[in-house]
């Protein structure tokens, strides 16, 4: 019921800027140049990247495993030919499609897959997907506890001992724990293999990397250089974009790029948030937006006994006119739950605190017995919002609740820092978009004791057991089902008091149309020719 | 002449370590992780952040990483940036950006400055001299960042004669419009300082008499106006050739430009205390050439102040 809800709450955030005819592509072939608000990156190697930038330019060299269908929202497969679990999903078997090459020539196999995994895990190369490898079996032992400021030596064992190669096309992937979501976060590109070549010496590929994907490089890319990539017909697998040349230029600053694109000089670029109220008329027809991904969150302090009473955290949720808020932010959405819309699982109606209401919001503070002092909410200055959005919060926490309200304005690793030392006093904003798409990828970081994104450093151990169950079950549906439990455990508890969630917005030239799926978000890669 | 540059440059060695010391120590200060900075919102694997951390000396006290870095400077061994850039290879690559751009915009803010500033000073009270003034306190009143968006979305977006931002056109297209914007936002203060300095020189007792002896105008302007009202100007024209950096640091990240400027932002930015203080050293050594240079103009120009 509730997901029937979440589709039509989607598909109404879903933009449709129109293009117009006419096109005004130079010349017969399909070439886009694609700006990139950010510092160039200094090497490609998606093991090692984790950035938004790299990661992109990387997804047009490389190709991963298993891919979401952008049409259906079911899973693909790509380099792979199967991805299937055991009986009790600890051990998955991938079995990879013959014929593929990399761009060297190289058939790809197993075998580089298990390699490039092995160098990814190992510590002491602080290559920075070595997180994802941790649910692996013997990540520990290629990971020891390094002393602080103690260099980490290179480890006697190379290899993941739940990683193992059966024949030229098969390998296996033992899990430490039993986890249902695996055969998802495969589609990851930061899994990507690297060729025997590179793998030898990796430093030396740096700026001439060698893939497996649609894309190679057309030219030498030196530092200071556009991105220069031409087709490759090696590509076998049925997902190939159609662009016959794709440049990337990066542009650091957001508002320059958006100066490019209106002065015709790129066909694709993100609007930065300065420009979020003006791009419909900047450029009519010409922009298109995503669905409101990922989900941003008022963070409790789970350490500040002042904050402890769940009634106390419910009386500031209801106190929150979500809509106002969302329209101060721009292409956004009230917050309903603590999943970003666009996944499978979520549930508009999952909160039962979302829903402004000062009167209800004034009776659970009374309660829960008050809050004494002021409430401080930190800020990043690092963001040309920050403050706006601060205050926003803080006038109708004092308007609605009657609370005193300061703020603080710090750089956000400085907030992150304190915050993880439980020194920071207060309130903070956070935010989270999934790495795979599956409503796991949401609890477990930020909800599990001790997970990765733990914003409000929060453990409930009935909230553990439930995810567990979850990640052991097989059967999807019903994995959704214990997970959307994990969920409503969580806003029972209500560490993170859900906001917005948020769409992006794009410009494209008349000459292309970028693919907009409401599972995959927006593509200039995969853009179609007029 | 030698021992007066010798002089001037063992005087550096000291100013030298105060300024590159004190840069570092206000990076150091900077709140936040670099390496968390670095990673934005994603968490980082503790052993991926023990191993950056010994590369970059990040564990070490201030001291000791400050001398690593002055070490890794003096000896030229450069390293890498955080995120993995070479720097000697991005040194080569940004110093002729920066070069370029600065060498236009003081030409431009130097011609207009001097152009405009002894116009003014000689024909006091016209109609150039009021509508400096008036340019004058615009100039100083928009802040440079309005300034080069505006010029930027005329010039590039609107009208379509200059590239909007990156080099990719070359010299000197690429850096037309952001040289144009630093010399506007420069050339303001040369101007009043020359028309002042002018009009206190004309009406000074010395010029006085020289025409009450008979000297002829264009000996009085020449010999005695111009060499006397140009001393503080040269000053002027020194500390701005040195701080041409500062501003390069704002035009080349809004301009695309990749130079010193733009790499000072980014280091900044992920407080990256070695390459600030690369940099800073690197702006430091020229602001010491530089005012060599003033001075021994300087002494060219007026023999009282010669090799002081």
């Not at chain 1, 542009?251 to 791009?279: H, Q, R």
């Not at chain 1, 009167?359 to 002092?373: I, N, R, V, Y």
């Not at chain 2, 009202?229 to 041409?244: C, E, K, S, Y």
């Amino acid at each position: 019921m509730g997901v029937a809800l979440g589709l039509a709450l989607v598909l109404a955030s879903c933009g449709d800027g129109k293009s117009s005819s006419g096109g005004s592509g130079s010349s017969g072939s399909k070439s886009e140049v694609i700006a990139v608000a950010a510092d160039p990156p200094e090497y490609i190697n998606p093991l090692n990247d984790n950035g938004t930038a790299g990661i992109g330019v990387s997804m047009a060299i490389f190709a991963p495993l298993v891919t979401t269908d952008p049409n259906t929202g079911k899973l693909l497969n790509v380099m792979a030919d199967s991805v299937t679990p055991d009986k009790t999903s600890q051990t998955w078997t991938v079995k990879l499609k013959p014929g593929n090459t990399f761009q060297n020539g190289q058939p790809v196999t197993a075998k580089d897959y298990v390699d490039s995994w092995n160098m990814t895990a190992e510590g002491s190369n602080a290559w920075k997907n070595n997180g994802f490898f941790s649910k692996v079996d013997g990540y520990d032992a290629l990971n020891p506890p390094t002393p602080d400021g103690a260099t980490p030596k290179p480890t006697a064992v190379k290899t993941l001992s739940g990683l193992k190669l059966v024949d030229n096309l098969t390998f296996t992937v033992k899990l430490k724990v039993p986890f249902s979501q695996f055969g998802l976060t495969l589609q990851y590109l930061g899994l990507a293999p690297l060729p025997e070549e590179v793998r030898k010496n990796p430093d030396a590929y740096k700026r001439k990397p060698i893939g497996n994907g649609p894309y190679k490089l057309a030219a030498a890319w030196n530092a200071g250089d556009d991105l220069k990539l031409a087709k490759w017909d090696g590509y076998k697998a049925s997902d190939a974009p159609e662009a016959d040349s794709i440049t990337y230029r990066f542009i650091p600053n957001a508002d320059t790029a958006y100066n490019e694109f209106l002065a015709g000089n790129v066909d694709f670029t993100d609007v930065p948030s300065t420009k979020v109220k003006s791009f419909k008329t900047d450029a009519p027809d010409q922009w298109v937006t995503s669905v409101s991904s990922g989900a941003n969150y008022l963070v409790i302090p789970a350490w500040d006994p002042r904050f402890k009473n769940p009634k106390l955290r419910h009386a500031f949720s209801e106190a929150i006119d979500r809509k106002a808020f969302a329209d101060l932010v721009g292409l956004s959405d009230p917050a309903k739950g603590l999943i970003a819309p666009d996944m499978n699982g979520y549930r508009a109606d999952a909160c039962k605190y979302c829903d402004f209401d000062a009167t209800k919001a004034k009776q659970l503070l009374a309660e829960a017995g008050g809050f004494s002092g002021p409430v401080n909410i930190n800020y990043s200055t690092t963001s040309a919002t920050g403050q706006i959005f601060a205050e926003a919060i803080g006038n109708m926490l004092r308007q609605n609740l009657g609370l005193q309200v300061k703020y603080t304005g710090k750089q956000s690793s400085e907030i992150t820092e304190l915050a993880d030392s439980h020194k920071l006093d207060g309130l903070r904003f956070s935010g989270w978009g999934h790495d795979y798409p599956s409503i796991e990828d949401y609890l477990t970081p930020m909800f599990k004791s001790n997970g990765d994104a733990n914003f409000a450093h929060y453990s409930n151990p009935a909230l553990d057991a439930v995810l567990a169950k979850g990640d052991a079950e097989p059967d999807p549906d019903k994995a959704i089902k214990l997970y959307q439990q994990a969920e409503d455990i969580a806003l029972e508890d209500m560490p993170l008091i859900p906001l917005y969630t948020k769409s992006n917005a794009y410009l494209h030239s008349d000459k292309i149309e970028p693919r907009v799926s409401k599972y995959v978000g927006v593509s200039a890669l995969w853009a179609t020719f007029k | 002449m030698i021992r007066f540059i010798l002089r001037r440059v063992l005087a550096a060695i000291p100013i030298g370590l105060v300024v590159t010391l004190g840069v570092y120590a206000l990076v150091f200060a900077m709140p936040g992780d670099p390496l968390r900075e670095l990673a934005g919102d994603k968490p980082i694997p503790a052993a991926v952040l023990a191993a950056k951390r010994a590369q970059f000396h990040l564990d070490d006290p201030f001291i000791v990483q400050y001398l690593l870095s002055m070490k890794d400077i003096l000896t030229g061994h450069f390293g890498t940036t955080f995120a993995g850039a070479d720097i000697a290879d991005q040194l080569r690559l940004r110093i002729p950006v920066t070069l370029k751009l600065a060498t236009m915009s003081l030409v431009f803010q130097w011609i207009a400055g001097l152009l405009f500033g002894l116009y003014a000073g000689f024909r006091r009270n016209g109609v150039v001299d009021r509508m400096l003034l008036l340019a004058t306190l615009v100039v100083l009143a928009v802040p440079g960042l309005v300034l080069y968006f505006t010029g930027q979305y005329v010039f590039g977006v609107e009208l379509k004669w200059l590239p909007v931002s990156g080099a990719r056109d070359g010299w000197p297209m690429s850096y037309l419009l952001p040289a144009l914007c630093i010399g506007i936002s420069g050339f303001a203060g040369l101007a009043r300082l020359t028309r002042t300095s002018i009009v206190d020189t004309v009406n000074s007792d010395f010029v006085k008499t020289a025409r009450a002896k008979g000297l002829g105008e264009q000996r009085i302007l020449w010999r005695h106006v111009l060499p006397n009202a140009l001393l503080p100007v040269v000053t002027l024209m020194g500390i701005d050739f040195a701080g041409i950096f500062g501003g390069a640091v704002l035009a080349e990240s809004i301009f695309n430009l990749p130079g010193l400027g733009q790499f000072m932002f980014q280091a900044i930015k992920l407080k990256e205390g070695g390459v600030v203080v690369l940099l800073s050293t690197l702006a430091f050594l020229m602001f010491i050439v530089i005012n060599l240079i003033v001075d021994i103009v300087y002494g060219a120009i007026d023999p009282r102040v010669r090799n002081v």
